[in-house]
């Protein structure tokens, strides 16, 4: 029944995947070991995966746009969205898809560009424009698209009658239309007709997703080396003013670069969460589900926290924003690993990382409860009505602990006491009772053989399951990791930290060019002398919103176009299925006739052969009744 809704739907492919998501949620939820949610569900999946398959061997542009297109039946989201929400890996690992992902990822830039020229242009990218190829539109692309431009004027003419005032109107509006879809659509980039402009390209080039991936990088190493050298060299008491100081303050002009630095972050992610069209999913992400959102609002929290505690003056708030700011710096040097996700080799090791600390966080609710039941134990059986400090909690927990690494420094101070005589080794503050060391050394052993064998292993044996898990499943995973990386650098300002603050001023820049083509579309008579800025390519780019969720606007005749072959794919998709499905079950009849005919031979032969023996059997039964009546 589904299948033949399926079949009847607009759009499958989105439907496939929505069906897929929440059937495996279903399963998640409500299944048991009898339901086959999950096998629907992962048939619904792998339909959507054969649908753009089937889609990129007819057409690999169209198959693309598919996916970024907007469905209107489903509130305007693309199959990019619901793929990506829903961590569907099998069906980012498509080609389409991938297609998609290097073509965002390269913007303009071709991506078999000469490695060397695209370095030099790195360092200077003011040569990008006589030294990088970029991709020039097919003839084919642009004669459809010519076409699909004069055929709604052409069908408005034939069938209507418009005044000239009318005609014009509808024209302007027409062109307007025309010029932002074109400029929403930039990030898919279809090639060029002629040539770019010089500044058109400086700018596509410095909004290359790559090309911001490399510079950002390269400004963050530049930003832990300067956290490094304040932490370790430069960080003074707020009233101990030096030659380096600023302000009269101990904070130094390189401590100053880094609040500014960090204070650029910060911005960073107020932009990111504003650009967000799903809030309640990315404040969700920062504390569930993203290792490296953790990382990053972890490392800012703590470096606000250390900031205020460092502009206090007071002794012990010093050393305390020392103190974090030391912690601090870790998260924001793990904060770096996440560029290693573009590699193949690294990405999947990260996922692996992540489900092993998973899998250790519930292992060591097991283990605790070793710890504490050994550590509570012998230390009650060794000394008695001790006093309640952090030294008892060291002497409860810690010789359980450090036995998981084989360290087993309390060892010979038991050994000593269970024989009448205190260890020099002097790890407990009185000397231990001698019959409770002694039977402090049994549990010793036993506690040994739990863990060092038994949990110790079992761990380890839980770790090789999941690294065999993952790997089997790494080429999806690196290549979801790369859609992520993609939109991530796809979103980010051109400019990296510390110089985010010009990206802000440009961003107010655009908003000023959006709220003036607002008045001058609403007060077209008012302000007739300016009407033509609403035509103008330049002004109608500043005053375009980003497109943040990669969302491709095709004209009529394209989505009807991709509407009827997405259809006509999904029900040839389907007709093979049936048909598939037909011919494994003749074929299934056919070995099945076969196993009949081999065991109705089989038992016409054991037949036979009974039939014989019985012939035997009475014939050598007559012969013995003869030989008795003789």
Not at 66 to 87: H, M, N, P, Q
Not at 185 to 209: A, S
């Amino acid at each position: 029944m589904s299948i033949l809704f399926l079949n009847r739907v607009n759009n499958p492919i989105c439907s496939a995947l929505i069906a897929g998501k929440i059937t495996k949620n279903y399963d998640i939820e409500y299944g048991d070991d009898t339901d086959d949610s999950e096998f629907r569900a992962r048939d619904y999946i792998n339909l959507a995966c054969d649908i753009v398959k089937k889609y990129h061997e007819n057409d690999e542009i169209k198959s693309q746009l598919a996916l970024i297109r907007r469905i209107k039946d489903f509130e305007g989201v693309t199959c990019l969205k619901v793929s990506t929400l829903s961590e569907n890996f099998d069906f980012v690992s498509t080609q389409a898809f991938q297609d998609l992902l290097i073509r965002v990822w390269y913007n303009k830039i071709l991506p078999d560009a000469n490695k060397l020229l695209l370095f030099l242009c790195l360092l200077c990218p003011f040569i990008a424009k006589f030294v990088i190829d970029y991709r020039i539109k097919p003839i084919e692309l642009d004669e459809e698209k010519k076409s699909s431009d004069l055929k709604p004027d052409e069908k408005f003419e034939k069938n209507k009658n418009y005044d000239s005032e009318s005609l014009k109107k509808m024209t302007d509006e027409t062109e307007i239309r025309k010029i932002d879809r074109n400029n929403a659509n930039e990030f898919f980039d279809r090639g060029v007709d002629g040539d770019y402009n010089y500044l058109e390209f400086l700018y596509h080039f410095l909004n290359t997703p790559f090309v911001k991936f490399i510079y950002h990088q390269v400004w963050y190493l530049f930003f832990l080396i300067l956290f490094s050298y304040v932490i370790l060299c430069d960080f003074n008491k707020i009233n101990q003013a030096n030659e380096n100081s600023s302000m009269g303050l101990g904070i130094s002009i390189p401590e100053i670069i880094l609040i500014i630095w960090v204070f650029a972050f910060i911005l960073e992610e107020i932009y990111k969460f504003l650009i967000n069209d799903m809030k309640k999913y990315f404040i969700k992400k920062i504390f569930v589900g993203d290792l490296w959102q953790g990382f990053n609002t972890g490392a800012i929290l703590l470096y606000i926290i250390a900031f205020i505690l460092r502009l206090i003056d007071n002794e012990q708030c010093f050393k305390a924003a020392r103190i974090i700011l030391a912690l601090d710096i870790i998260l924001w040097f793990f904060k770096a690993l996440k560029a290693y996700t573009f590699l193949r080799q690294l990405g999947p090791k990260f996922y692996m990382i992540r489900e092993m600390l998973l899998q250790l966080a519930y292992f060591m609710l097991i283990i605790l409860v070793f710890m504490f039941a050994f550590g509570v134990s012998s230390t009650a059986l060794m000394f008695q009505n001790l006093e309640l400090n952090i030294g008892l909690v060291k002497n409860v927990f810690l010789p359980g602990y450090f036995m998981i690494g084989g360290e087993y420094y309390t060892l010979d101070e038991i050994m000593s006491a269970s024989s009448g005589k205190c260890s020099e080794a002097e790890v407990y503050e009185n000397c231990p009772d001698e019959i409770g060391a002694a039977i402090t050394l049994a549990l010793y052993v036993i506690y040994l053989l739990f863990l060092n064998i038994l949990l110790v292993n079992l761990l380890i044996a839980i770790f090789d399951n999941t690294y065999d898990k993952v790997e089997q499943e790494a080429n999806e995973i690196w290549k979801f990791q790369r859609f992520e990386l993609v939109s991530e650098y796809y979103n980010k300002p051109f400019l990296p930290a510390p110089f985010l603050l010009f990206n802000i001023f440009f961003s107010m820049a655009k908003f000023f060019f959006k709220m003036v083509a607002k008045i001058l579309s609403k007060n077209k008579k008012e302000f007739d002398g300016l009407k033509f800025l609403l035509k103008n390519r330049l002004f109608r780019f500043l005053a375009k919103k980003w497109n943040y969720s990669m969302i491709y606007e095709l004209d009529d005749l394209e989505e009807k176009y991709i509407n009827v072959l997405e259809k006509n794919l999904t029900n040839e998709l389907l007709r093979l299925r049936e048909k598939n499905k037909k011919e494994k079950f003749e074929a299934r009849i056919d070995e099945n006739y076969e196993k009949l005919d081999i065991l109705t031979s089989k038992f016409e032969e054991f037949i036979d052969r009974g039939n014989i023996m019985l012939n035997q059997s009475v014939q050598s039964i007559d012969k013995k009744m003869e030989k008795l009546l003789r």
